[in-house]
C-alpha cells in the first residue's frame, strides 16, 4: 500500500480529531495571548496574562499555593491510594473464586460521580450532625472528633482519603489485570527454588509489575493535576477553610466564571494553558524517567 | 513495556492532557431567537429561575392579554449553567430577546463584549433606589443596562418559640443581644445557626452583625472616594465584632457548612439564623410549624452611628440582547418591568422581594424585611462596590474571616489584606 492510500484511510479519523480535539485545544490556547472584554476579544498582548499570573496579587500566593496541593495531592494518592490498591490486588489474585466479586465492589464507588462523594462526605464529616464524630465520641475517641473539613491542616488529607476512598478500585483493577500476565511458572519455579512468598514477590512478580505502575503512576499524574471535582463538592470554589484545599482547577474557575473582571477569559485561559504544560510535561518526563527505570530493573 | 504499549501510553497521556485543555474552551451553540415582524412577535426571554418558570408564565400572561400580537416564550436554564448558556447565545445572532442578568460585578463581562442595548433612553429609575440602581450599570460607561427584578435584604432572623421558651424578646441594645445570647447558650441552644465552612456566608454574617460599627452607608461613600480605606480602625473593629461573637456561634465553626446551620435553625436547635430574605422559603417548606421572626441587629458599641441597619442589595436584572431582531417589543416589555404592576406580580407570584418601589407584600415577613430596609437601607458593601475586579472583596473577607475564626488571624490583618488585595483594581474616586 502506497503512502498516500494508507492516509486516505486515516483522514476521517484525523479530521474528526482535528475537528474536536485539535482545533478547540489550539482556539482554547490561542485565548491566552489576547486581552478581552467579556466574551469580545481584544488586541493580541503576547505574554500578558502570563506574566500576570507571576506578578500580580492574588495569583503570586493562590498559585503556587494550589500547585502545591496538587503536588500533595498526586503524591498522596500514590501512597496512599495506589499502594493500598496494589496490597488489595495482590491479596485478591490469591482468591480464585471470590476475585470478580470483590474486584467489583471495590470498584464501585468510582462509578459515582465525585460530586455526589463529596457531599456524601461532606454531610458524613459535618461536626454538627456527622455520624463520624458521633460514632467516635461513642468510642470514647473524643479527641478524635475533628472539624475534619473544617481544619486546615486535616481538610487537605481528608480530600487524598476519600479521593482514594472512592478509586482505590482503579489501581487494583489494573494490577489485578497485570498480575494475571505474571507467568505462573515463573513464582513456582522460585517457590520450588525455596524463595519465600515476600522473595517471590520482591524479586518475580515486582519487576514483571513495573509497566502497570508505570501507567498507574502517570494515569495518577494526569488525574491529581486536574482534580477538580471532589475538592469543589469538599470545600467549594474558594477550596475551603481558608484556601486549604485550593487547586488549579479551582483558581481556574474561580478566575473564569465568578470574577467581576472583564479580561476573565483571557487570565483563565493562561491558566489552562499553564496547567496543560504542566500535565504534559510532567507527564512526558514521568514516561522517560519511568522507562529508563523499568530497563534497569527488568535488566 | 513493549514499544507498542509505550506508544500507547504516550498517546493516552497526551489526550488526557488535551481533553483537559478543550474542556476549559467555551463552544458556541444556538439558541432559538425572537422573530416576527412588528405585529406578530415572539419574544424569546431567557432567565436562570428554573424554579419559577410557572410563576414568569403567569406574569407573562397579563402582559401578553395587554399587548395582543405579542408572545413570551419563557426559558430557564440551570442555574450554575447559565452564565455559559447566557455567553455563548448572546454573542450568536439567534440569541434571546430579553435576558435576566447578573448584578454589580458580575454583569460587567456581559456589558463590555457589548451584548445588551443601553437603557436609559428606555426606562427611568431616578426614583428607584440607587443601591439596585448600580446593580445593572455598566461601571465603565455608567450607563444603565438592565431593569432590576428582585432584592434582598440581610437580617436576622430569630425562632419565636425559642425566645418565649426562654422569656426573651428581640433586643433592641447590643447589650441586650449579648443577653440574649448568653442566656440562650446557657439554655443549651446554639445562639447563631451560622455556616463558616461555606466562605460565602461570612461578609453577610458580618454585615447583619456589624454594619452599623464601620458606619454603614457612611463608610461606604468614605471608601469609594477614598477618605477611607478597610485599615480604618472602625472597620477593623467591625470585623473583630464577628471574633467576639464567636462563642455563640456553633463549636468548631469554620467546619459547619451552611446547609447544616440551615438545618440547625429549621429543627430548633439554633435560635437566630443571620441572612438574607432569600433563605424565608426554604425555611418554610422545610419546616412549616417554625414560628419565624426576623430583626435588625442592634448597633454594637462604639459605633459611629447607633442607628440599626438592614443591609440590601439587587438580585438580578433583565436586559435586551443587543443583536435581538424584534428591539422595540423588547423595550415595550422592560418597560412593563419597571412598572408596579410587574413588581407586585414578581412579590404575589415569585414571592421575591421586588426591586420596584413601593409594592406590597402578603407576606407578613417579607413585608417587615421590606420596611426594615426602606427605613434605615445600607449597601452590602463588599457585593455592591468590591466584585468588580479580581480578587473579589467578598472572597478576600469570606476567606480571612475563615482564618480569624480559625485563630491565625486577627481582625487587624484580615483587613489590611482585604486593602492589598482589592487595591489591585479598585481606585477610589476623588
Known amino acids: ?299 | 513495556m513493549t514499544n507498542k504499549s509505550r506508544r500507547h501510553l504516550a498517546a493516552l497521556t497526551v489526550t488526557s492532557a488535551m481533553v483537559a485543555l478543550a474542556a476549559c474552551s467555551p463552544s458556541s451553540s444556538g439558541g432559538s431567537g425572537g422573530s416576527g415582524d412588528a405585529k406578530n412577535v415572539t419574544l424569546s426571554v431567557y432567565s436562570w429561575r428554573t424554579e419559577d418558570v410557572a410563576a414568569y408564565n403567569a406574569i407573562f400572561d397579563v402582559y401578553t392579554k395587554a399587548h395582543p400580537g405579542t408572545k413570551v416564550d419563557f426559558k430557564a436554564f440551570k442555574n450554575t449553567e447559565y452564565n455559559l448558556k447566557l455567553t455563548t447565545d448572546l454573542t450568536g445572532s439567534k440569541g434571546p430577546d430579553v435576558v435576566q442578568v447578573r448584578s454589580y460585578g458580575q454583569l460587567q463581562p456581559t456589558i463590555a463584549s457589548k451584548s445588551l442595548l443601553p437603557l436609559d433612553d428606555v426606562v427611568d429609575l431616578s426614583k428607584w433606589d440607587a443601591n439596585v440602581v448600580k446593580s445593572a450599570k455598566g461601571k465603565a460607561d455608567g450607563k444603565l443596562y438592565a431593569v432590576p427584578l428582585a432584592q434582598q435584604t440581610l437580617q436576622m432572623y430569630y425562632n419565636k418559640d425559642l425566645f418565649a421558651k426562654n422569656k426573651l424578646t428581640p433586643p433592641t441594645t447590643w447589650a441586650e443581644f449579648i443577653a440574649v445570647n448568653d442566656t440562650l447558650k446557657k439554655a443549651g441552644v446554639v445562639p447563631m445557626a451560622v455556616g463558616a465552612k461555606d466562605d460565602w456566608t461570612l461578609p453577610m454574617l458580618h454585615q447583619v452583625l456589624a454594619a452599623p460599627r464601620f458606619g454603614a452607608s457612611a463608610f461606604e461613600t468614605a471608601v469609594m472616594t477614598g477618605k477611607k480605606t478597610f485599615n480604618d480602625p472602625d472597620w477593623v473593629a467591625s470585623v473583630d465584632v464577628v471574633k467576639q461573637l464567636q462563642p455563640y456561634l456553633p463549636e468548631s465553626v469554620v467546619g459547619v457548612a451552611y446547609t447544616d446551620a440551615q438545618i440547625l435553625f429549621t429543627s430548633g436547635k439554633a435560635a437566630m439564623f443571620p441572612g438574607g430574605s432569600f433563605e424565608l422559603g426554604f425555611f418554610q417548606k422545610q419546616n412549616p410549624e417554625l414560628n419565624m421572626g426576623v430583626f435588625q441587629v442592634p448597633a454594637p458599641v462604639g459605633s459611629p452611628s447607633m442607628d440599626p441597619t438592614t443591609t440590601g442589595y439587587a438580585d438580578g436584572a433583565f436586559g435586551i440582547s443587543a443583536k435581538s431582531d424584534a428591539q422595540d417589543a423588547s423595550k415595550e416589555l422592560v418597560k412593563w418591568m419597571a412598572t408596579k404592576e410587574f413588581g407586585q406580580l414578581v412579590a404575589d407570584k415569585v414571592k421575591q422581594l421586588s426591586a420596584v418601589p413601593g409594592v406590597s407584600y402578603s407576606d407578613p415577613l417579607l413585608q417587615q424585611m421590606s420596611e426594615n430596609y426602606t427605613k434605615n437601607p445600607t449597601p452590602y458593601l463588599l457585593l455592591v462596590d468590591f466584585r468588580y475586579g479580581l480578587p473579589s472583596g467578598s472572597v478576600l473577607l469570606g476567606t480571612g474571616v475563615q482564618e480569624m475564626l480559625l485563630g491565625k488571624k486577627d481582625a487587624a490583618k484580615v483587613s489590611t489584606d482585604l486593602q492589598t488585595g482589592v487595591s489591585q483594581w479598585f481606585k477610589p474616586t476623588t
Open chain 1, 1 to 299: 500500500m502506497s503512502r498516500r492510500s494508507g492516509f486516505l484511510f486515516v483522514a476521517p479519523a484525523l479530521l474528526l480529531f482535528g475537528i474536536f480535539v485539535l482545533y478547540p485545544m489550539a482556539s482554547a490556547l490561542s485565548y491566552a495571548f489576547f486581552a478581552w472584554q467579556g466574551t469580545t476579544r481584544g488586541g493580541f498582548v503576547g505574554l500578558e496574562n502570563f506574566v500576570a499570573l507571576f506578578t500580580q496579587e492574588p495569583f503570586t500566593t493562590q498559585l503556587p499555593r494550589a500547585f502545591g496541593h496538587n503536588i500533595a495531592f498526586f503524591v498522596g494518592t500514590m501512597l496512599i491510594q495506589n499502594t493500598l490498591g496494589l496490597g488489595i490486588a495482590v491479596l485478591l489474585h490469591k482468591r480464585a473464586r471470590t476475585r470478580r466479586m470483590l474486584q467489583t465492589l471495590y470498584a464501585m464507588p468510582y462509578l459515582v460521580s465525585p460530586i455526589v462523594i463529596g457531599y456524601l462526605w461532606t454531610l458524613l464529616l459535618s461536626p454538627t450532625f456527622g455520624p463520624v464524630n458521633a460514632l467516635l465520641r461513642k468510642v470514647g475517641l473524643d479527641s478524635l472528633a475533628l472539624p475534619w473539613l473544617g481544619d486546615p491542616s486535616t481538610a487537605l488529607w481528608v480530600v487524598v482519603l476519600v479521593s482514594a476512598w472512592q478509586w482505590v478500585g482503579f489501581p487494583v483493577l489494573l494490577y489485578g489485570a497485570a498480575l494475571g500476565g505474571v507467568p505462573e511458572e515463573l513464582s513456582e519455579a522460585a517457590r520450588v527454588d525455596g524463595a519465600s512468598h515476600w522473595q517471590t514477590f520482591r524479586s518475580i512478580v515486582f519487576p514483571l509489575l513495573v509497566p502497570a505502575i508505570g501507567t498507574v503512576s502517570i494515569l495518577t499524574f494526569i488525574f491529581a493535576m486536574e482534580a477538580f471535582a471532589l475538592p469543589y463538592a469538599l470545600g467549594g470554589s474558594t477550596g475551603s477553610p481558608a484556601g486549604a484545599t485550593d487547586f488549579i482547577s479551582l483558581l481556574f474557575y474561580r478566575t473564569a466564571f465568578e470574577n467581576g473582571s472583564t479580561n476573565a477569559i483571557g487570565i483563565s485561559s493562561a491558566i489552562a494553558a499553564l496547567l496543560f504544560l504542566v500535565i504534559f510535561g510532567g507527564a512526558v518526563v514521568a514516561t522517560r524517567v519511568l522507562r529508563r527505570h523499568q530497563d534497569r530493573v527488568a535488566a
